[in-house]
């Protein structure tokens, strides 16, 4: 197969170390709403560009995985030596490359729609940097520009005088170039300053006196252009980030009664009319119907919960399927493979795995129902153990429609149990029981009259003496 011709190439910066992060993971894995920085990056990136390739640091497989992952190709920089010798490292281009476009795998919350209108006002071959104006500029690269307000080139902190220092007007270190010139320009580039690296900030003037024209696209929302360099900062970022996630949830219709205290770490679909109350955390892709109630304190992961489903606080949902007008918890636990119909109710400490529960069955208090098969209407009393696990494998237990499982039972498996059947309370059940029939696994209840509690034979042994 061909390769293809990517006339936009994204280049993502990822090789830093990020030590500031203090972190044995790369900088660019750190978690932001659910997925490392330079997934949000790829997604971005890859929204915008016909091809993506990130630039890594030696010894970073978890880089190379996601990367791969997302389709992009890679390019290796061995030594750190600064952002010029960083993009020189993806070099060479992709044949058929006109633009590349630069972006930093630890600036992730600036989105598809942003970049497209930075590469739509950049002619194809101008130079172009994003940048806004900030009241606190330390740290970033200062925009220095001519009487006229052309951009003539960018001023590293480290390196700026005085007077450059007090421009607010900051590099946000996003880039389009050209890629004919490109090449030239970064094997021009030197490391004749403060830090001893090769800039990538330096391209402006060589580009410049090469003729090329370069634009400023300048952003007024400057929360997009935040970088993440310390905890703190990925904190900042995250809050942003949950901000714009909640927003969204609520203009879409659904109430979040406490909405800075709700996390959401992935997908959140809701239909309309769902409440969602104080402290939740979402993750993963989890989907609510519409009129869905999720009380406070409750985690769910990856789940769907239907139309007019109700959960009761502090429920820990995971990978679980919940039909409509469910009613859950409070203390549920739902676990990988349950699948409730409609109707069905979870109570207080009730855990399920692997759990089938056709429509309206119930198991409403103190309960364990795992690899377990429950047709519908199925009563499951307080205490009922399945006892799935024989210590080396694991084997299912079949309810048909309408059993009853009186409190405290113990479900041996493999068990299969018939329609209508009734098992007693306190049974230990090890054979299968057939429909409409009673079962009971439990000793005989034997009253005796005229026992002697131990203290009374004490007493009587002391009076014989
Ligand atoms: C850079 C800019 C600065 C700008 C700021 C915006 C330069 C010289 N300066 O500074 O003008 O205001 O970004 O956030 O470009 N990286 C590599 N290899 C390297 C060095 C860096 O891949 O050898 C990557 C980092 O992982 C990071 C990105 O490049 O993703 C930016 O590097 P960083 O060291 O954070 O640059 P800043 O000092 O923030
Ligand atoms: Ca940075």
Redesign the pocket.
């Known amino acids: 197969m061909a390769a293809p011709c990517p006339h936009i190439l994204a280049l993502?910066?990822?090789?830093?170390?990020?030590t500031r992060m203090r972190s044995a993971q790369?900088?660019?894995m750190l978690d932001l709403g659910g997925a490392p920085l330079l997934a949000h990056v790829l997604a971005a990136a890859g929204a915008v560009a016909d091809a993506v390739r990130v630039?890594?640091?030696p010894d970073m497989p978890s880089v190379v995985a996601l990367a791969e992952a997302a389709g992009a190709s890679l390019a290796c920089?061995h030594?750190?030596?600064?952002?010029?010798?960083?993009v020189r490292?993806a070099l060479p281009l992709p044949e058929g490359t006109e633009r590349v476009l630069v972006l930093?795998?630890?600036?992730p919350l600036l989105e598809a729609p942003a970049l497209e209108a930075f590469l739509a006002a950049v002619p194809v071959d101008a130079v172009g940097v994003m940048t806004t104006t900030l009241a606190d500029p330390t740290?970033?690269?200062?925009m220095l520009r001519d009487d006229a307000g052309a951009v003539v080139g960018?001023?590293?902190?480290k390196d700026a005088t005085e007077a450059e220092r007090a421009l607010r007007e900051?590099?946000?270190?996003?880039y389009c170039f050209p890629a004919g010139p490109l090449p030239r320009w970064l094997n021009a580039l030197t490391a004749d300053n403060a830090?001893g690296?090769?800039?990538?900030?330096?391209l402006i003037a060589l580009a410049r006196a090469d003729g090329v024209a370069c634009l400023a696209q300048h952003e007024a929302d400057a929360e997009s252009?935040r970088?993440a360099?310390t905890r703190a900062q990925l904190a900042d970022l995250e809050a942003t980030l949950q901000h714009r996630r909640r927003a969204a949830l609520m203009a879409a219709g659904v109430t979040l009664r406490a909405p800075e205290t709700v996390m959401i770490r992935g997908t959140l679909k809701a239909g309309q009319d769902c409440i969602i109350d104080a402290g939740c955390v979402f993750e993963g892709i989890v989907i609510l119907g519409e009129n869905v109630k999720v009380g406070a304190h409750c985690v769910i992961k990856n789940a769907e919960l239907q139309d007019g489903a109700q959960v009761a606080p502090l429920t820990h949902i995971e990978g679980a399927v919940v039909g409509p007008e469910a009613q859950l918890g409070p203390f549920a636990r739902l676990r990988e493979g349950t699948v409730l119909g409609r109707g069905t109710r979870i109570g207080n400490f009730v855990e399920t795995k692997k759990a089938t529960l056709g429509d309206y069955s119930k198991a409403n208090h103190l309960a364990y129902l795992g690899d377990a098969t429950l047709g519908e209407r199925v009563n499951v009393g307080a205490g009922t153990i399945t006892c799935n696990y024989d210590g080396i494998g694991k084997h299912p237990t079949v309810l048909g429609n309408d059993v009853f499982v009186g409190s405290n039972s113990t479900l041996v498996a493999p068990l299969t149990v018939g329609d209508g059947a009734f098992l007693g309370a306190g049974s230990t059940i090890t054979k299968d029981v057939d429909a409409e029939t009673l079962a009971v696994g439990r000793g005989r209840q034997r009253s005796i009259a005229g026992w002697q509690s131990p203290k009374a034979r004490a007493q009587q042994i002391k009076d014989e003496d």
């Open positions: 993502i910066l990822a090789a830093g170390k990020g790369p900088k660019v630039i890594h640091g920089q030594n750190q030596r600064g952002t010029g010798d960083a490292a930093s795998g630890d600036v740290g970033f690269g200062r960018i001023i590293e902190e900051i590099n946000a270190g996003v830090q690296e090769f800039y990538l900030t330096d252009l970088g360099n």
